[in-house]
């Protein structure tokens, strides 16, 4: 049985208790077993981190310490996945450039309102609207979907995977609220990501 720790907090804007109960359903109906953590002090438990399969984070912004950032980026380069979505894994953390190492993009800036905007993927298009995120990102992901900023035409990536050591990890920009996650293309997408992503 594969064993997924859910870390869920920060912004309550980004409904992280919510939003996370969705996909800790989900993975049980995959046959995951799940631990949710309100802490990011599970990032200090490396026995727990050693045997966990998979980490999904959903924390927006707040502060992470030193040995919370060195025990879950030694966790995911020894082999635990991490995923997540929007400002749960993008913006998380923003003075701390190591987690950002980790994902592979930070979050810089949304328009002020939602917007409707088409995301490509795969041969594929599909339509949200929600808060479209402008990111960085390392050259060295692997960009599975983008879109044009609505702003200026730039093509950003919306989705990207990347490894980590011997981790992999799942990033989609898009999941501001709710109901992002009852487009088909988005739910499937994090889904399939999680599965991904998992050791």
Do not use: N
Not at 73 to 83: L, N, S
Not at 116 to 123: E, F, H, K, S, W
Not at 130 to 155: C, I, K, N, R, S
């Amino acid at each position: 049985m594969k064993t997924a720790l859910v870390v869920r907090g920060g912004w309550p804007g980004h409904v992280p208790v919510e939003a996370s109960d969705r996909y800790a359903g989900e993975l049980r109906a995959l046959g995951y077993q799940v631990t949710t953590s309100d802490t990011l002090d599970s990032y200090l438990d490396a026995e727990l981190l050693g045997r966990t399969d998979l980490i999904v984070q959903c924390w927006t912004m707040g502060e992470i310490t030193g040995p919370q950032v060195e025990g879950l980026t030694a966790a995911v380069r020894a082999g635990t996945g991490f995923a997540g979505w929007h400002g749960g894994i993008v913006d998380s953390f923003r003075t701390e450039t190591r987690y950002q190492l980790m994902t592979g993009g930070q979050f810089v800036y949304h328009p002020p309102q939602f917007v409707d905007y088409t995301v490509r993927a795969d041969g594929t298009k599909f339509d949200v609207h929600t808060e479209q995120y402008y990111v960085h990102t390392d050259p060295a992901v692997e960009v599975l979907a983008v879109t044009d900023f609505v702003e200026d035409g730039t093509t950003l990536p919306v989705t990207w995977t990347r490894k980590w050591g011997d981790g992999r990890v799942f990033v989609t920009t898009i999941g501001h609220k709710l109901d992002d996650f009852d487009v088909p293309e988005v739910d499937r997408m994090i889904i399939e990501g999680m599965s991904w992503a998992t050791r």
